[in-house]
Structure formats: structure tokens, C-alpha cells
């Protein structure tokens, strides 16, 4: 009854930026925490940014600094906004919500978006 739809992947070259997108809709109350993860081919998936309905944030050491996250609660949309990006970003983005509906809470995931950094 949820679902995350992402945008904004594609292939930047090293030092490029790109702006992740993920609307949420459904049957939404409201939403907590909205997260983005990573995985790489080969690799765990990892969290990469958080942020709270209170807009309190957290990033992975590896991209602090480089990268933002944001979120529209009017539209129920997380972003993230990754600049100076490397190869070693390079991995399948997904979009992560901790989502309460009118039943009860839920975690929910995008379909993930793919970001390759390459010259």
C-alpha cells in the first residue's frame, strides 16, 4: 500500500554530482526516519544517510561532507544530494521509510537506482 519511487541515477564522471529522489505515497500518516543505502557488486549493503521527521541527520564517514540529505514533508519526498563523487560511489542507491500508516508501522524500500562514476 506504500511505495517508494526513486530518480535521478546515472552515470556522472569522477567529481560529478547527482540529486537522488524518492517520493513515497499510498497510505501514509506519516513518515519517521527515511534513509538511503548502497550496495556495491561484491559488497554489503550499506546506510549511507538518515534523516529524521525532526530533520536530525547522519552520515557514513566515507561521505560526510560530500553528500546531503533532505526531505520535503509536504511531499513526502527524501533527497540526496551527492557532489565530488568517485568511482568507489559507485553502487545500486536505494531509498529506505520507516512509514506509519493508518494500521501500524512499516519499513518499506525503493527499487534502487543505479550510480555509476566513471570517466
Known amino acids: 500500500q506504500v511505495q517508494l519511487v526513486e530518480s535521478g541515477g546515472g552515470l556522472v564522471q569522477p567529481g560529478g554530482s547527482l540529486r537522488l529522489s524518492c517520493a513515497a505515497s499510498?497510505?501514509?500518516?506519516?513518515?519517521?526516519?527515511m534513509g538511503w543505502y548502497r550496495q556495491a557488486p561484491g559488497k554489503q549493503r550499506e546506510l549511507v544517510a538518515a534523516?529524521?521527521?525532526?530533520?536530525?541527520?547522519h552520515y557514513a564517514d566515507s561521505v560526510k561532507g560530500r553528500f546531503t540529505i533532505s526531505r520535503d514533508n509536504a511531499k513526502n519526498t527524501a533527497y540526496l544530494q551527492m557532489n565530488s563523487l568517485n568511482p568507489e560511489d559507485t553502487a545500486v542507491y536505494y531509498c529506505?521509510?520507516?512509514?506509519?500508516?493508518?494500521?501500524?508501522?512499516?519499513?518499506?524500500w525503493g527499487q534502487g537506482t543505479q550510480v555509476t562514476v566513471s570517466s
Open positions: 529506505n521509510a520507516d512509514v506509519i500508516t493508518g494500521v501500524a508501522r512499516y519499513n518499506y
Open positions: 499510498g497510505s501514509i500518516f506519516s513518515i519517521n526516519t
Open positions: 534523516i529524521t521527521l525532526g530533520a536530525r541527520t
